[in-house]
Structures are given as structure tokens and as C-alpha cells.
């Protein structure tokens, strides 16, 4: 009850599902109680440096980045010995203490200069160790769609935490007292110990549903034996083109940060209210920034990456950023700028830039994801300061040397113009890896299997099969037949010694029980040694001159006028010999147009020969002989044969056939399939055109054999609009999805516009995968089709995959 | 190619050697000869391939030549000893639905008689 309440609430601010409800406000709670004394550490970090230290020695605090990588590479030895609940514990205890430390020393009447430099460091330390590790469980815990709905939920505890931390010293510190306000933000860690031994527990108690993705360890509290120094962890970047442009893009970023911080802050340290009372205008200036960055992540982060994709929600804060750094290059002395651009890189770096980058890390697997966050979100995210610092150190020097001095722009000029090349450098990058987080998550997501059509054409000649089999068949019935067998397959270049063996064989030398009802008789046929003399090219020779023969058709045309004519049983096997010789002849003989009578006999085995031979042949004449036995389920896939080797000469006839509707359903239905064997253009245009006239009776044998087209030869194109129309036709009638086959006209569908691939192993996933791979599918549709298409999917979607477990927001 | 004449119980026998190939036209073809025997009333005829090596489509267009003059004047010709390489031909091109063929001379002999 308590919880179907607070999933009531929950719901009107974030999309949640039944059962996230705890632990989605106990991570909220985490982050809310870490950022608060980021507040508190930040304001006064800033404020004891302006006031010991001043602004122009802030790219040497930057530079001092370096030594995060000294800690850095300690905390990922930890994290590779403890546990993960250890680890966050202990590192929460160690804030604690130090925090304390703080505290006492800088009570201390006249403390050292200095110490505002250590206390830099150490509250960098600080953020980046903690808010490394909440992410590390957030990736740990959540699959990709569940991190993209309740990502903008956890990031609003972590800005509403900053908000309130904020405003302590923004309305409580004193110029001389404000580090008592570090016994504030050891409450706060405190209580946040309490939280994260909780969520732990908690993750223990739930571990089932955790359970069912390979892809996520349920046990994340167990110590695990590998060992990540910063060496491995930067290898590990390094080798993977992926992570090294992520890399590259939190470098970009940092080091735009850096410039827009020591611009601010340089702006700031000039202005004589700030001067009163640092740490208090650093709070309430941060607070402000936050509560702008709370409701952006709250209300808008989720709903706008879900609606313009992981792309458009990075190039935000380097757009803004990039138009106020033109600002402050025009107008360097105004404040407001400063602030503004301030504001913007913590708002935009706290809300959409963060989320949109973890979400980055989401198609990474875990071992090498925290191998990744070791080094990118831990030492690059401050290193970037350092090589931030030392760029600016260069500039500010360069600013006041010749030939840049002579120009007149102060040094904050000069860091608009870098911070704007960067910001391009930046929006590059994230143009890239943008395009790389779709392939990652494609990479995730294997193709379970393929069309069979294609399988069985690449893997088994089929019509060598059939050659054989025949030709055995036809050992004992007639020895005119199995002659002309043999020389089909010797022609054919397959009257291989294996098959010569098989065609020798007796029945009791039948290789298995299904065979032997072939070789029932008991003589052993007749095997000509065709391998004598004369090769068999030349014998093909020989043979197609005699066909040629006047006299022989003559002779051979008497005999077949009266087999044809004979109704006699007997004839039977007569008519099946000269169907079959037919097909040896030149479509232009005499001999040929009796084919149009063998055609037409009732004998299923006869109409197989003629068609055989109408194949070969391939008179435009023969075509309404052989599709009117398309109907008959004897006669259909002999019929069938003969029209694909037809191909594209018999699409139009095809497609007539497939638009009367006064023809048999069944040949409709074979003309579209065989318009499918075709497969060009012209076939793809009448089929698109049969189905955008509404064939219900046929639209699934449309459809497929649209498929069929798109997946055999991708080159050929189908209108957007008829497919698109076809698709939201097909939604419309679909209702709710009862079984997976319901979902495969729309996803076929979507198959002709889209890439077909990506679009299958998005069908296959979603029927066959684990509740990460399914949520992995979602994320790829989410990226490729076009919003009104997921606005008719998604549902539909959700229907589906929610009664299998599945993760299906759109 | 030689081709030799016999005859035997009225039964004019062809015994065919060598090859018989568009290349190697002799003045006289197989198909005259018959026409001559033919002409001359005898109106059974036995062609023995025994000695045969090779036969092409000329060849082949020879027999059927000499079949239809043969059975446009109501007389019978057959077949004799003919190669398996040649019968393959012959079942291939459904040439042994129409022409008489037999494995041995005695045998096709003894047909002219039975019809």
C-alpha cells in the first residue's frame, strides 16, 4: 500500500516502474547527500583561495590536478582489492575525517597561506571520489533503459543536494567562520554512510531481479579479484576507439571549464560586494546555478534526450557555451557575461551534459566500463584542469609579450578565443562519438539467426537435388529418362563420383531408410561411361546438332504427336521423356510447341518435366500454362521453379497476376513470392504498389516478400511515404500484441526504410534476448527510427516486452 | 569411314567401320547407299555398328535420314551393336523411341521376321 502510494508520486515527476520505487529514493538520497557538501567544500574552496591566494594563482591550483593522478591511481588499487560496499564506505569515512581535519586547521588563528592550495586539492579529491563511485552503482544497478528514465531523477537529488549545500554558506558563512561549515558537511556524510549501507542491503534482499542480465553483477558488494592501476585503466581507454573519444571529449571539456572558471573567477575577484564575503557569493552564485540546473534535470534532461537522442543532448552545453565565450571575447570586462558563462558550464556540466555522458558509458561492458571510469571520470576529469592551467598559463604569458600585446586584448580575451576553438574542437568530437554510442550499442545486440530463404539457397543446391533424386527415381521407369538425367548432371558439371556411386548403388547399399524406398527395384542400373572417349562438351555438342536436325524433327515430332494424343496410362512415362527432352531443345523448334500440350496434362508428373523444360525454354508463351498450375498444390512448386528461371523478364506479367483480383489467392500469393526471387527494382515497385492498394488477403505475403527483396539485395529502394503509411496502417489494426509473430509485419516494415540489420537484430533481440539485450534494442530503435514511428512503437513495445520483464520506455 | 554390304536372308546389312564425322564425307554417304538399296526393292535394312569408334551429329543425321526413307517406302530399318556411348546419345535425344535397336545382329535379324 505504502508503496503503491509512493509510486503515485514518484509518477507524476519521473517515469517509474513498480518495484524501482525504493531503491530509485534511496539513490536519490545518496546523491542529494554527497552533493550537499560539495556546496559547503566548493564555496569555500574558492573563497579561501581568492581570499590566501588570489585569482592570478589559480592556473598553478589548476595544475595541481597532476597529483589526483598520484590519488587516482590509489583509489583504483583499492577498488580492484575491497569491495565495492567497502570502498564507498570507507571513502565516505575518510571525507569525514579529513573534512574534520579541514575544520581544525583552518580554526587555527593566521594558518598558513598555503593551505588554501592543499584544501584545493583535497576538495577535488573529494568530489571527483564520490561522485565517481555513486555513478559506479548507478551503471552497476540499472540496465540502459532504466538509467535513461531515471537518470534525470538521481541527477535532480544530486543538484537539489548542491542547491541546498550551497545555500549554507550562501546564508550562513561569515568571512572569518565559514570553515565551521565543514562540520555541516560531515553531517551530511554521515548520514550518507547510513544511506549507502542500506541500498546495499537492500540490493542484497532484491538480488533476483537483479539476476537476469549476464550483463550485470548482482553481487556488486563482493570483493572481485582483478586489479585496475591507472596504467591498465588508461591501456584499457586507449585501446578502444570509443573510450578514447570519450576520452578526448572530457579532455575538450575540461579545459574549456578551466578557462570559463579562471575567467569568472578573475571577473569576480574585481567586484567589490563579491570581495565582502567570497564564500557567501560563491554559495548563493552556485546555489543559483543549481536550482536552474535542478529544474532543467528534474523537468526537462530525461523527457529531452528520450525525444532528441543522446546527440542533440551534448551539443547543447558546448553550443551555449561556445556563443557567451564570443560574448565575453567581445564584451571581457562584463561580469554578467562571466557569470553567465559560469552559470551555464556548471548548469548545462551538472544536468544534460552529465547524464547524456553517462549514458555514454552505458553499451560499455562493466569490466571494462569501471577499467574506464578509473581513468576518464576520475584522472582525466582533473587532469583536464591541469592542462587546462598550463594552456592558460601560456596564454595569459603570450597575452602580455609581443607581438599578441601589441593587439591590446587583455588575457581574457585571448582565453575566449582558445575556449571558442576548443568548444569546436569539442562539438566534433561529440558528433563522433555520438555516432560511435549507436554502433556500441548495436555491438551488443547479436543477430540470432538469418531469413531461411537465404540459407538454404546458400548452403544446399537444390536443384541438383532434385536432379539426383529424380534421376534415381526414374532408374527402373524409364531408361530414356535416367539417361537424360545423367546427362542434365554431367552438363552440369555434378555427375560427381560420389553421385555416380549413389546412382550405382542397390537398394540395400541405400545410405538411410528415407532413401531406400528409391532404390526398391532390384536391378541394378545401366551407368554409361561417360568419361570414354569423347569428353562430355563435345558430346553436348554432338547432342544439340541432332536435336537441331530437320529430319530429327521431323521423326521425333510424329512420335510426339501420337504420344500426346494417347490417353492410355502407359503414355504417362512417354510424356514424361519427351517433356524432359523438350527442355534439350532451342525454344525456336518445332519440337518445342508440343511442350504447350504437355503443359496442360493432367499428370502432375508430366506437368513437372514440361516445366522443367518451360524453364529452360523460357517462351514468353508457356508463362499463363505455367502460373495457372501455381494454384494447384501438386503442380505449384514445379510451376514455381520454372518461373523463377524466368526472372526479371516475367515481372510485369507477374504483377499482373498479383493485382487481379478475380485470380486465385494462391497465385497471387506465388506471383509475389516469385516477384520477391526476382528482386529488382521493378519487382520491389510492384509489390510496394500491390500493397499500398490494401491487399488484405495478401498483405503478409507482401510484406515478406518486400523483406525478402530488402534483405537479399539491398540496393533496391521502397518509397518512404507508402512504407510509412503502410506501417501506421498496420499499428492501427495490430491492438495489443498477444504473440512475438504479431510484431513482425511492423518491424519488417520498418526494415524497408531503415537499416534492415539493425532493424532485425532489434526483432530477434526483443523475441529472444535477456532483459539487457531487449533494453539494449529499445536504446538502438530509440536512436534510429524517426519519432512519429516510436511514438506508434513504443506502446505497443511496452506491452510486450513489460509481460516478459523487459525495460520499454520510449 | 568404310561402309561394307551384305546381305543376308534378304536382309541387306551395312556393316559401318571407323568414324563417321562431317569431316571425313566420303563420295558416297551412308544415306545414298541405303537409298540405292531401297530403290533397288529391298526394303529391310540392318545397320551394324559394331565397328564404329565414333559417330556425330552428321552421323547421327545419316541414320535418321535413312530411317525416314526406309519407312516413307514402307520398309523397316534397324539397329545393331551400336556403343553404349551412341545408345546414350540415342536415349538422350529419344532417338531409341522410334529407331529399332538391338544388342546383337542375330537378334535384329530375327525382328525383321517377328514384325
Redesign the interface.
Known amino acids: 500500500m505504502a508503496e503503491r502510494r509512493l509510486h503515485k508520486v514518484l509518477s507524476a515527476v519521473v517515469k517509474i516502474k513498480p518495484g524501482e520505487e525504493v531503491l530509485a529514493i534511496l539513490v536519490f538520497f545518496y546523491f542529494f547527500l554527497i552533493t550537499a557538501p560539495f556546496g559547503i567544500v566548493k564555496s569555500l574552496r574558492d573563497a579561501n583561495f581568492l581570499d590566501d591566494l588570489s585569482a592570478k594563482n589559480l592556473p598553478y591550483a589548476y595544475l595541481s590536478a597532476i597529483l589526483i593522478a598520484v590519488a587516482v591511481s590509489f583509489h583504483a588499487k583499492l577498488q580492484s582489492r575491497i569491495s565495492r560496499r567497502r570502498l564507498l564506505l570507507s571513502t565516505l569515512v575518510f571525507c569525514i575525517l579529513t573534512s574534520l581535519l579541514f575544520w581544525a586547521l583552518f580554526s587555527m588563528r593566521d594558518h598558513w597561506k598555503g593551505l588554501a592550495l592543499i584544501y584545493w586539492m583535497w576538495a577535488n579529491l573529494f568530489v571527483v571520489a564520490l561522485t565517481t563511485q555513486f555513478w559506479f552503482l548507478v551503471n552497476d544497478v540499472f540496465n540502459p533503459r532504466e538509467a535513461k528514465r531515471l537518470i534525470g531523477f538521481f541527477g535532480s537529488g544530486g543538484i537539489l543536494g548542491g542547491v541546498a549545500g550551497n545555500l549554507l554558506p550562501g546564508f550562513l558563512a561569515k568571512p572569518d567562520t565559514s570553515h565551521r561549515l565543514l562540520l555541516v558537511s560531515s553531517a551530511f556524510l554521515c548520514v550518507c554512510l547510513v544511506v549507502v549501507s542500506v541500498i546495499f542491503s537492500w540490493l542484497k534482499t532484491n538480488e533476483d531481479r537483479y539476476a537476469a542480465s549476464s550483463d550485470r553483477d548482482p553481487k556488486a558488494g563482493r570483493k572481485e579479484p582483478r586489479h585496475v592501476g591507472l596504467g591498465d585503466s588508461f591501456r584499457s581507454v586507449w585501446s578502444d576507439t570509443y573510450l578514447r573519444l570519450m576520452a578526448w571529449v572530457v579532455l575538450a571539456t575540461g579545459i574549456v571549464s578551466t578557462f570559463i572558471d579562471w575567467q569568472s573567477k578573475s571577473l569576480i575577484e574585481q567586484n567589490p560586494a563579491a570581495k565582502l564575503n567570497y564564500a557567501s557569493f560563491f554559495g548563493r552564485f552556485n546555489a543559483g546555478i543549481l536550482v536552474f540546473a535542478f529544474l532543467f534535470q528534474l523537468v526537462l534532461t530525461s523527457r529531452f534526450i528520450n525525444r532528441f537522442g543522446i546527440r542533440t543532448g551534448l551539443m547543447i552545453y558546448p553550443v551555449i557555451i561556445l556563443l557567451c565565450s564570443v560574448g565575453l571575447g567581445i564584451f571581457p570586462a562584463s561580469l554578467a557575461l562571466a557569470i553567465a558563462i559560469k552559470g551555464n558550464d556548471k548548469a548545462l556540466s551538472y544536468s544534460i551534459n552529465q547524464s547524456s555522458r553517462e549514458l555514454l558509458y552505458i553499451p560499455v561492458l562493466r569490466e571494462m566500463k569501471y577499467r574506464a571510469k578509473v581513468f576518464i571520470d576520475m584522472f582525466l576529469n582533473r587532469f583536464s584542469k591541469a592542462v587546462g592551467g598550463v594552456i592558460l598559463l601560456g596564454l595569459i604569458y603570450l597575452a602580455q609579450r609581443r607581438p599578441f600585446a601589441a593587439i591590446g586584448f587583455k588575457p581574457i580575451v585571448w582565453v575566449s578565443f582558445a575556449s571558442g576553438a576548443f568548444v569546436l574542437v569539442w562539438i566534433v568530437l561529440n558528433v563522433k562519438i555520438s555516432r560511435a554510442y549507436i554502433k556500441e550499442v548495436k555491438g551488443q545486440l547479436a543477430k540470432k539467426w538469418e531469413r531461411a530463404d537465404g540459407v538454404v539457397a546458400d548452403r544446399m543446391d537444390v536443384d541438383t537435388a532434385k536432379l539426383v533424386v529424380d534421376a534415381i527415381e526414374t532408374r527402373t521407369q524409364s531408361?530414356?529418362l535416367f539417361?537424360?538425367h545423367?546427362?542434365d548432371l554431367a552438363r552440369q558439371n555434378k555427375l560427381t563420383p560420389e553421385i555416380r556411386d549413389l546412382l550405382g548403388l542397390k537398394p540395400a547399399d541405400a545410405p538411410a531408410s528415407s532413401v531406400r524406398p528409391l532404390f526398391e527395384y532390384d536391378a541394378a542400373p545401366?551407368l554409361?561411361?561417360?568419361d570414354?572417349?569423347?569428353p562430355p562438351a563435345e558430346?553436348d555438342k554432338?547432342?544439340?546438332?541432332?536435336?537441331a536436325?530437320e529430319?530429327?524433327q521431323?521423326?521425333?515430332g510424329d512420335?510426339a504427336g501420337k504420344v500426346i494424343e494417347s490417353k492410355e496410362a502407359e503414355s504417362e512415362t512417354?510424356k514424361m521423356?519427351?517433356a524432359k527432352?523438350i527442355g534439350?531443345m532451342d525454344a525456336r523448334s518445332t519440337l518445342a510447341d508440343k511442350l504447350d500440350d504437355l503443359l496442360g496434362d493432367d499428370s502432375a508428373k508430366v506437368f513437372q518435366y514440361g516445366a522443367e523444360s518451360a524453364g529452360k525454354l523460357k517462351k514468353k508463351s508457356h508463362v499463363p500454362l505455367l502460373a495457372r498450375k501455381l494454384g494447384d498444390p501438386r503442380t505449384c512448386e514445379d510451376a514455381r521453379s520454372a518461373l523463377e528461371r524466368y526472372r526479371g523478364t516475367i515481372a510485369g506479367a507477374l504483377s499482373d497476376y498479383l493485382n487481379d483480383v478475380d485470380e486465385k489467392p494462391e497465385i497471387r500469393e506465388q506471383a509475389a513470392s516469385l516477384l520477391a526471387g526476382i528482386a529488382d527494382q521493378e519487382a520491389a515497385d510492384a509489390l510496394l504498389e500491390a500493397l499500398g492498394r490494401g491487399q488484405d488477403v495478401l498483405k503478409n505475403g507482401l510484406i515478406d516478400a518486400l523483406d525478402r527483396i530488402r534483405s537479399e539485395v539491398p540496393e533496391v529502394q521502397f518509397k518512404g511515404e507508402v512504407v510509412r503509411a503502410q506501417f501506421t496502417a498496420e499499428i492501427e489494426t495490430l491492438g495489443p500484441v498477444k504473440s512475438p509473430s504479431d510484431l513482425l509485419p511492423p518491424f519488417k516494415l520498418l526494415g524497408l526504410v531503415y537499416d534492415h540489420e539493425d532493424i532485425f537484430r532489434a526483432y530477434q533481440n526483443l523475441l529472444k534476448g535477456t532483459k539487457d539485450s531487449i533494453a539494449y534494442t529499445i536504446e538502438l530503435l530509440d536512436q534510429t527510427v524517426s519519432q512519429d514511428i516510436k511514438e506508434r512503437l513504443f506502446p505497443l513495445l511496452e506491452s510486450f516486452s513489460g509481460r516478459r520483464g523487459g525495460d520499454s520506455e520510449g | 569411314m568404310m561402309i561394307n554390304k551384305r546381305e543376308k536372308n534378304s536382309i541387306v546389312i551395312f556393316d559401318i567401320e571407323g568414324e563417321i564425322r562431317r569431316s571425313d564425307i566420303t563420295d558416297v554417304t551412308l544415306h545414298q547407299l541405303v537409298k540405292e538399296q531401297l530403290e533397288a526393292g529391298k526394303k529391310q535394312i540392318l545397320l551394324n555398328f559394331d565397328k564404329v569408334?565414333?559417330i556425330?551429329?552428321?552421323g547421327?543425321?545419316e541414320i535418321?535420314?535413312s530411317?525416314?526413307s526406309t519407312h516413307n517406302l514402307g520398309g523397316q530399318l534397324k539397329l545393331a551393336r551400336i556403343s553404349?556411348?551412341l545408345?546414350?546419345?540415342f536415349?538422350?535425344?529419344?532417338?531409341?523411341?522410334?529407331l529399332d535397336i538391338h544388342n546383337e545382329e542375330d537378334s535384329a535379324l530375327q525382328s525383321f521376321f517377328k514384325d
Do not use: C, H, N
Not at chain 1, 542 to 547: A, D, N, Q, S, Y
Not at chain 2, 92 to 98: A, D, G, H, P
Open positions: 531408361s530414356t539417361a537424360l545423367l546427362y545401366w554409361p561411361d561417360l570414354d572417349r569423347l558430346m554432338e547432342i544439340r546438332e541432332i536435336l536436325l529430319s530429327y521431323k521423326v521425333i512420335y512417354a521423356e519427351l527432352a534439350l | 569408334e565414333f556425330d551429329s552428321f547421327v543425321g535418321l535420314a530411317y525416314i553404349k556411348k545408345y546414350l546419345v536415349q538422350i535425344t529419344m532417338l531409341t523411341k522410334v
